[in-house]
Structure formats: C-alpha cells, structure tokens
C-alpha cells in the first residue's frame, strides 16, 4: 500500500499542476480556465452564455471572463499565422506593380518591402478585425435579448458568440494555408457564423430555425462589412511597414 505524499515535486502533484497552468497562463494568457472555457465553447454553448448572463462575467466562477479568453484565442492564432508563414497567401492577391512602386519608393528590393510589410500586416489584422467585429455584432447581440440586459452584458454575450465561432475554427487555420483550400476561407467562415449563433443562441436570440438561419444572415453581412472596413487601415499599415520597416 502507496502512501499519499505532500511533496510539491512528486509526480502530477497539486502543485505541479498548478506550476504547468501558471507557465501556459504567463506565456500566452492560456491557462486551465481558459481550456476548460474553449471546450465549454464547443460542447455547450448556450448552457455557458446563459450562466454568463445570470452569474456574472466568470459564469459564477465555472468559467474564464469571454473577454480574456477572446483575447487569449487571438494571441493563439497570431502565433498559428506566424508559424505558419504569415498574411502572405492573402498579401499575393495584390497586383505585382503596387509592390514594385512601394518598393522604389522605400528603396528596397520587393522581397524585403514585401517581407517588412507582411510582418506589420500580420502583427495587426487579428487585433483590428477582432475588435471591429465585437463593436458591430455587439447592438445586434444586445437588440436580440428579449431580456434587454444592457450594453455591458451584450459586449460579454458578443464575445461569447465570438468564442464560440473562434474555437473550432483554430484547427482549420492550418487547412486554409493551403493555396487550394484559400478561396474556400469566406464558405467556412461563413458557415462557422451560422453554427455558432444556431448553438449559442437558441432559445434566446432567436425563437425558431427559420429566425435564426436569418438572423445568422444579418451576421454574415456584418462580417462581410468589417472585414471591407478593415481592408483600408491593413492597406495603410502594410505600406508604412514596408517603406519605414528594418
């Protein structure tokens, strides 16, 4: 018969545990909460909003705040672009003769402009679209609770949502880098709205299938126009990267 032992070094020990998740929580804000909260995310979604709404921004201390593992998520998949070669598949759909114009302009030759400004594009597309979709979805989110729980609620319902169509599209980044597989991103992030407001708000955004699949629509067209809007500051931002960066 094994004696229990208080050695925080045994193996698997409490506070073992506790060292990985505080390592994962100071690398990337990606701690067991977090993890616990993306699965949530994908096996109950609904369940999940509804406890942030009734218990509070922790889900009555079951979950992780959906701002911060919103943030969390994007931090992730910045590191999964990066790894994985950055916005270069998106930036070769520019014609060759703005990158040569930029490139006489900065002074370089065209793989280093285009290699300074992919860089600065990477760097921020997450951050500028994550932002601008939960200003724009947020009205809607807030609109469609028959609760009518104010905008503070309706920006931590937005990020639920938000989460809920992140999670299972984290797998899918590596697929989309396939040049091949590239034109199909618009389809997949468009059905990944429609399943996760289907999954997250049923019952309360909308009241049947039919609602929903046109509510989801609303949303569509939403993304759509954020993803326009935030072309013009990345435009800008790729151009000052690649003239001005080393």
């Known amino acids: 018969m094994t004696t229990p032992t208080n050695d925080p070094n045994a193996r698997g020990s409490p506070d073992d545990r506790h060292g990985l998740h505080d390592l994962a929580d100071d690398a990337m804000g990606f701690g067991m909460a977090e993890v616990r909260t993306a699965w949530a995310m994908l096996v109950r979604p609904a369940r999940s909003l509804d406890g942030y709404m009734r218990l509070g921004p922790t889900a009555g201390g079951t979950l992780a705040r ?3 593992l919103y943030l969390a998520l994007n931090a992730v ?4 672009m990066f790894l994985l070669g950055g916005m270069e598949i998106m930036l070769d759909a520019y014609p060759p003769e ?3 114009a930029g490139a006489r302009q900065a002074g370089k030759t065209v793989d280093e402009y285009r290699a300074d400004a992919e860089g ?3 760097l921020t597309m997450v951050p500028l679209s994550s932002a601008l979709y939960a200003l724009m979805l947020a009205p809607f989110m807030r609109w469609w ?3 009518d729980l104010g905008w503070r609620k309706g920006f931590r319902a937005t990020f639920v949502f938000l989460n809920a169509m992140t999670v299972p599209f984290m797998p899918l980044t590596i697929f ?5 597989m590239y034109l199909l991103s618009p389809f997949v992030m468009f059905g990944l709205i429609v399943y996760a407001f289907m999954r997250t708000g049923r019952g309360r955004w909308f009241a049947n299938p039919l609602e929903g699949a046109v509510k989801s629509g609303a949303l569509i067209l939403v993304m759509i126009v954020v993803q326009v ?3 013009v500051p990345l435009m800008a931002i ?3 990267g690649g003239r001005f960066g080393a």
């Open 238 to 240: 790729g151009y000052v």
């Open 66 to 68: 959906p701002l911060r």
């Open 229 to 231: 809007i935030v072309t």
């Open 145 to 147: 609770d028959p609760e």
């Open 120 to 122: 600065w594009v990477t």
């Open 98 to 100: 703005l990158w040569e």
């Open 77 to 80: 998949m910045m590191l999964m």
């Open 176 to 180: 989309l880098y396939d040049p091949r």
